[in-house]
Antibody, heavy 121, light 106 residues
Framework: EVQLVESGGGLVQPGRSLKLSCAAS????????MAWVRQAPKKGLEWVAT????????YYPDSVKGRFTISRDNAKSSLYLQMNSLKSEDTATYYC??????????????WGQGVMVTVSS | EIVLTQSPTTMAASPGEKVTLNCLAS?????MNWYQQKSGASPKLWIY???NLASGVPNRFSGSGSGTSYSLTISSMEAEDVATYYC?????????FGSGTKLEIK
């Protein structure tokens, strides 16, 4: 059974840093791209970052580029999101998601339960 | 960036009623994915590659579309279908989600 379990969330002051972790199990982690997606309270979904299987390629939207860093440890089947210079608008539930590709079709097929990050003084 | 516009924003359907949710892309995409999110839960993959049902999804659901216009259809609404549905395009970076359609039951 595929499982993704996020941790590391909490309350943090604006301008500070936080690192999220996602522990994966039930599949060969190193074979899959992975992603982070967030959801502000009572809002929609926003893609935050994607990382390739080896970690050599990373992708971000402009809203977090230069502040967030996605990384992975394939030996530990773990995904990370280092968040620096946090802003109030980064307040959200952060989901870890597996990124699957079949031919030309890609999708996020498994999601974790999410971890809440609150940026406030 | 490709903007996805979902309509309607909110709708209510009676049990047994046919329901169609729409997702309009600002530029052509190769396919569309759909997610179901129930209150307080994580999103679940519902339809991928425009028309493929994810594992466990009832066959009263279907997906269709091409280019800039995609839709999710429920042939006969059931109470368990109450949720918010999001479309997601991964044809080009950055990936973008629609703002969601909240589906309620009458």
């Amino acid at each position: 059974e595929v499982q993704l379990v996020e941790s590391g969330g909490g309350l943090v002051q604006p301008g500070r840093s936080l690192k999220l972790s996602c522990a994966a199990s039930g599949f060969t982690f190193s074979n899959y791209y992975m992603a982070w997606v967030r959801q502000a309270p009572k809002k929609g979904l926003e893609w935050v970052a994607t990382i390739s299987t080896s970690g050599s390629r990373t992708y971000y939207p402009d809203s977090v580029k230069g502040r967030f860093t996605i990384s992975r440890d394939n030996a530990k089947s773990s995904l990370y999101l280092q968040m620096n210079s946090l802003k109030s608008e980064d307040t959200a539930t952060y989901y870890c998601a597996r990124h699957t590709t079949e031919g030309i079709v890609s999708y996020f097929d498994y999601w974790g339960q999410g971890v809440m990050v609150t940026v406030s003084s | 960036e490709i903007v996805l516009t979902q309509s309607p924003t909110t709708m209510a359907a009676s049990p047994g009623e046919k329901v169609t949710l729409n997702c309009l892309a600002s530029s052509s995409v190769s396919y569309m994915n759909w997610y179901q999110q129930k209150s307080g839960a994580s999103p679940k993959l519902w339809i991928y590659g425009t028309s493929n049902l994810a594992s466990g999804v009832p066959n009263r659901f279907s997906g269709s579309g091409s280019g800039t216009s995609y839709s999710l259809t429920i042939s006969s609404m059931e109470a368990e279908d109450v949720a918010t549905y999001y479309c997601l395009q991964l044809s080009s970076y950055p990936p973008t989600f629609g703002s969601g359609t909240k589906l309620e039951i009458k």
